[in-house]
């Protein structure tokens, strides 16, 4: 087909004709958002300032945030997701290395597993190391079966380290996934030449590769923050009675003990946590392309 047969097919095709103005097409949209999204949202922060003698006040702000249990609860919190994004960065960025540098049979299947993993619910890989290190897990099992003592050593997942080491392995693949995909787009001639120069392959990563993934492991450590910030299914399910995080303090004044102004205090504080670093999360995705 010649290009003056093929230039009318690309046009663009004409709006259709409406009486309407555009921004009514943008009314049925917005009032979904307002009912799903931003009337629930208002009613948590209008709950967050009524006492529980009525009225409209800040008290519930000034308990809450002078409370030890919120100190505590918050200090969790932002430690756990550090650590969690630290180690999610670690393993991440040495798993993809891995994954897209060293051959070996099967990589491309374990590259697509790690597409299927993140739709993966929390509190299955929570159960998952349960039944491997939990009191009555497999490792217990195994150190009892053959020392015949009466219980086995693994007892780390209900202290906050377990928690950890749930978050890191629930959360590494939101790491991975933009590091494998920053990895395909690396030009290997690059590798070749450094290679051929001498260079060894810690400076390889070093000087080569690590620039490179700098955009994606910032744009993966964001997201990953986001997400343990806000993180319930993990702490609830490992049983970590010392480890109260927000989200958990919010369970706690909500349902064990009907603190319903306290509860939307302990929210509030949590989603503007979790929208400041949503900020951070997009910018940091902006200038990195993705």
Request: hydrophobic share 50%.
């Given at each position: ?6 230039t009318?097919?690309?046009r663009k ?10 921004w ?8 979904l958002?307002a009912?799903?999204?931003?009337y629930?949202?208002?009613l948590?922060?209008q709950q967050s300032v009524?006492?529980a ?6 008290a519930?702000?000034a308990?809450v945030?002078?409370?030890?249990s ?9 430690w756990l ?23 070996f049979?099967?990589?491309k299947?374990?590259a697509?597993?790690?597409?299927v ?7 299955l890989?929570?159960l998952?190391l349960l ?11 195994i150190w ?6 009466a219980?086995?050593p693994?007892?780390f997942l209900?202290?906050?380290w377990?928690?950890l080491?749930a978050?890191?392995?629930y959360?590494t ?18 590798l ?5 120069l001498?260079a ?8 080569v590769i ?11 450590g964001s ?15 490992t049983?970590a ?21 306290a509860a939307?205090?302990?929210?509030v ?5 979790s929208?400041g670093?949503y ?7 902006r200038r990195?392309?993705?």
């Open positions: 087909m010649s290009s003056t047969t093929a009318p097919a690309l095709l004409p709006r259709p004709r409406s009486g309407a103005p555009g009514v097409w943008a009314l049925p949209p917005v009032a958002l009912c799903v999204f931003l629930p949202l208002v948590v922060v009524t006492p003698e009525g009225g409209t006040s800040l519930p702000y308990e945030l002078a409370s030890a919120f100190r505590r609860a918050l200090t969790t919190t932002v997701a550090l650590g969690a994004t630290a180690g999610c960065l670690v393993l991440g960025f040495f798993l993809a290395l891995v994954i897209a540098f060293v051959p049979p099967g990589a299947a374990v697509k597993f790690v597409d993993f993140l739709s993966f619910p929390s509190f890989i929570t998952a039944f491997v290190y939990g009191n009555a897990g497999m490792a217990n099992g009892t079966g053959v020392t015949g003592g219980e086995g693994f007892h209900t202290t906050p377990g928690v080491l978050e890191i392995t959360f693949p939101f790491v991975l996934r933009p590091l494998l995909a920053a990895f395909s787009q690396l030009d290997t001639a690059q070749e030449v450094a290679s051929s001498g060894r392959p810690a400076r390889i990563v070093r000087r690590l620039p490179e993934a700098l955009p994606a492991l910032a744009a993966g997201l990953v923050l986001v997400l343990c910030l806000n993180e319930f299914g993990i702490v609830l399910f049983g009675k010392d480890v109260t995080t927000l989200p958990m303090l919010v369970y706690s004044k909500a349902i064990l003990e009907s603190d319903y102004p939307c205090v302990v929210a504080v949590n989603i503007a946590l929208v670093l900020g951070l999360y997009r910018v940091v995705s990195a392309g993705a």
